[in-house]
């Protein structure tokens, strides 16, 4: 073999060498740290669970709707967290939303969204999320109209956001409606 082979084959077989070190590194950091990844997702979905319906005790899922759970409190079923999308100002506004039993709504949280900073994105604080609370589906309905307590106030420069949220909210709400006149519990 000539040197400039000779060369060649070192560098390759370095090279090798590197790829299959730098593999095994690889794959016993992911070993070590694929169940602890795994154990903290499981950590966050609860704690957002938790902080939509805080009195629950337990949070099942309900199989036959994808990503529903049903938020218990001494094994009674005292809300439903079902997720919902719509279109807002800024495209598509990703939600999980908390409904009781009898189809009111507990609280909401705003998982993605693209909403104007310092307007559309003030749907997912305070004082708005609160004008939702307690509604129902009748009464998610966006309003200018200040004297209209029974409505959803929209947010100054953001009714576009306004009524996006609430209309995915209502969505969360009609389907956990059907879900439970079909017999769902």
């Known amino acids: 073999m000539s040197d400039s082979q000779n060369t060649i ?7 090798m060498a590197a790829c299959f070190i730098s593999g095994l590194v690889i794959g016993a ?23 939509l319906v805080p ?3 337990h949070f099942a899922e309900i199989d036959s ?6 938020a218990e409190q001494g094994g009674q079923a005292i809300g439903y967290i ?15 939303v908390a409904i009781t039993p009898d189809e009111h709504v507990i609280d909401y949280k705003i ?4 909403e104007t900073p310092g307007l559309g994105d003030n749907a997912a604080k305070e004082p708005f999320r609160g004008k939702i609370r ?3 589906a009748a009464h998610l309905i966006v309003t200018k109209d200040k004297n209209n307590t029974e409505d959803v106030q929209a947010m100054t420069g953001a009714t576009i956001s306004s009524r996006a949220v609430t209309r995915g909210v209502k969505t969360a709400v009609t ?3 059907s879900y439970l006149a079909d017999g769902g519990r």
Do not use: C, M
């Open 9 to 15: 084959f070192k560098i390759a077989t370095n090279l």
């Open 29 to 51: 950091v992911y070993f070590v740290t694929a169940p602890v990844a795994a154990q903290k997702a499981i950590e966050r979905k609860e704690n957002a669970l938790k902080e």
């Open 55 to 57: 009195q629950a005790d």
């Open 65 to 70: 709707q994808q990503g529903w759970y049903r």
């Open 82 to 96: 079902v997720p919902a999308q719509t279109k807002g100002y800024g495209g598509e506004i990703k939600l999980l």
């Open 111 to 114: 998982l993605a969204h693209n």
């Open 134 to 136: 307690g509604k129902d």
């Open 175 to 177: 389907a956990v409606s």
